[in-house]
């Protein structure tokens, strides 16, 4: 009825307005706020567009602190003021939650808003501001809790998003004072609302923000009114019926269902944290990691994939399986591509460049590639001009393929999909996936940091070792130099493993480090990587350097250029009372030993109480104590066998 009663006056807005001119000069609002308040103006808007109306006597009550509740109603209204639930299903979206908010207790009508509580809580939690979980604290008993300003902020900050769908950076230095109180899961929607103008980046006369004093009605006046004035600007056509799939749609709309001519693009509201888009790949920009999906119904987006899993048939491919033209599924967790999943790959076939052709064929053109393969025979690929090349990593095109680089082609019959070449003086990082003896090197078998597998055959004389000692075992770190494909230098610079312990400290820099306690009793101080995740406990992603704090127990996973992933928490994955297995390594600096258990498996070793270089290469081991994580194992006690 509210609803119907505000389209009314709208209708009647003509009609009534020359009357209006006979009977007073300006409309006055709030009684009890003059023109030399400081929220004079914002007030006046929310009170012209009914957002947030005043009580019966005429007043506003500015100084009057708010609850949780009205902080939700007030945005749902400021939606809809804003014409943005034209379309929105509010009874069945209402009725979906209805049960669960009554079991809450939650109030059906509040003052000055009437019966807008549940469809405005309902609103919420369908549009993601906020979960039912975080409902419950909204009513104590009898009483309606009031809202802390850093939790107005956060939901102010997501009811915008869920429109404009902007991807937040998760790592935030505000200015103000008192910064140190916000958490980073809340910093980025401060953030936003600062960057959208609907919060000062100041703070008050101290320069704080005061995370968690109540907001005031003057203020959330402030805050309604810009988000109001941004709502306004939002283009949306049609928003998601109840129990739609959680996905921001890519797809387009048309009166005839079978015309695949796409028409206007529909940008919906993301009302979950996650989302699966489908489609096919018309653009790979391997410099940027974006790749660009086409739906079905022929909307193209582009989308950052540095941080996802390439995959396909459940296992991991690498960034060189992308190729143009074959399906792909991007899984998208708050914002963020986790996964691409092919639905296709192609063989690779891996040689040297010996010739490249002119133009051959008519249209589509062609070159006509000509590689020499390891047994000294000859093979022929196809290169069109839209072919995917790298070149040491970097995109390049088919005239950048000089004679002596190596190739790894990726084809179907004669047409190459992608050429991944190494040119005659490249080095790179990666992790060995089997160990490597020096006096009689046989192949180097590795995975880079992004996830590709690459082998090479080495030739003893070619190549020359550093810091390799008796040999390389699997999980080390090395960097490894090519000229024209072969390898020429392998050099150690560490081992990939996981390190369980406490933050003794946190320095955010340029490249930030972590000081971590061990179980030994010894620090140990790593640079994060370029690519590094951090992790809560149950493998969310979402967290940065700033969620961190000192004594946290993490366990941290040390690969190329540092650490890649910092989970919180130390989990006992499996109780093992005892494993046997074979020295690999024994590493002095960090007292930990690398081990192998005869059916392949690869352990870090973390020793209490017990010394690392009482053990040597080749010996075997009775290993007694506990498994901590995935392939970490802590040890009690150590019995060598056979002595």
Known sequence: MRLFFRRLKTGLAATLSMALIFTTATATFAQDVDSGHWAYSAIQDV??????????????????TVTGLETLIVIYRAAEAAGLLENYPE?????????????????????????????????ALEMGVLTIDEVEPFINGAELTKVKKVNAAVFFGKALNAYVNESLSSIVVLSYKDEYMISLSARKYVQFL??????????????????????????????????????????????????????????????????ETPTTEVETPAIQTEKVVSGTITGVDDDAKTLTIKTTQGIETTYSIEEADILYDGGSVGFDALVLNIGAT???????????????????????????????????????LRIELEDGSFDFKRVYDDTLITIDGVAA??????????????????????????????????????????????????????????EW????????????????????????????????????????????????????KAIPELTLLKADGTTETVAFSE????????????????????????????????????QLGRKVI???????????????????????????????????????????QDQVLFIEGEQLASQIFEATKITVKGE
């Open 47 to 64: 009170i012209s567009q009914d957002i947030m109306p005043e009580d019966t006597q005429g007043n506003f009550s500015p100084d009057e």
């Open 330 to 368: 991007l899984t998208i967790k708050n914002d963020i591509v986790t996964t691409v999943e092919t639905d296709q790959t192609y063989e690779v076939i891996s040689g040297k460049v010996f010739l490249l052709s002119d133009y051959l064929g008519g249209d589509p053109a062609f070159r006509s």
């Open 194 to 259: 600062i960057e959208k103008e609907i919060i000062s980046a100041s703070g008050d006369a101290n320069g704080n923000f005061n995370p968690n004093s109540e907001v005031s009605r003057a203020v959330l006046a402030v805050m309604a009114e810009g988000l109001y004035r941004d709502f306004e600007t939002v283009e949306v056509s049609q928003t998601p019926a109840s129990g739609q799939e959680a996905t921001t749609s890519e797809t387009t709309t048309s009166e005839n269902p079978t015309d």
């Open 397 to 454: 095109g088919a005239d950048d393929l000089e004679s002596g680089y190596q190739v790894f082609i990726r084809y179907d019959g004669y047409d190459s999909k992608r050429i991944v070449a190494y040119s005659d003086d490249y080095t790179f990082s990666a992790v060995l996936e089997e160990g490597i003896d020096p006096v009689n090197p046989d192949r180097l078998k590795a995975i880079l940091e992004n996830g590709m597998h690459l």
């Open 531 to 566: 690519r590094a995740k951090i992790m809560d406990e149950t493998g969310d992603e979402r967290l940065t350097i700033y969620d961190l704090r000192l004594d946290q127990e993490v366990t941290v996973h040390i690969g190329v250029g540092g650490i890649q992933t910092v």
């Open 457 to 508: 055959a080495l030739d003893k004389s070619a190549v020359s070792f550093i810091s390799a000692g008796s040999g390389l075992a699997v999980n080390d770190i090395v960097n490894v130099t090519l000229k024209y494909g072969v390898v020429t230098k392998i050099e150690k610079t560490g081992t990939a493993r996981d390190i369980v312990g406490a933050i003794e400290g946190i320095n955010i």
């Open 91 to 123: 009874g069945t979206v209402t009725a979906k939650y209805e049960s669960e908010l009554e079991a809450i207790g939650l109030p059906k009508m509040l003052a000055p808003y009437g019966g807008d509580v549940y469809p405005a809580v309902a609103y």
């Open 574 to 616: 499996v109780e093992v009372s005892g494993l046997t297995a074979t020295v690999k390594d024994v590493l002095d600096a960090s007292n930990l030993l690398i081990v192998t258990t005869e059916s392949g498996d690869v352990y870090t070793v973390v020793l209490a109480g017990l010394t690392a270089t009482d053990y040597a």
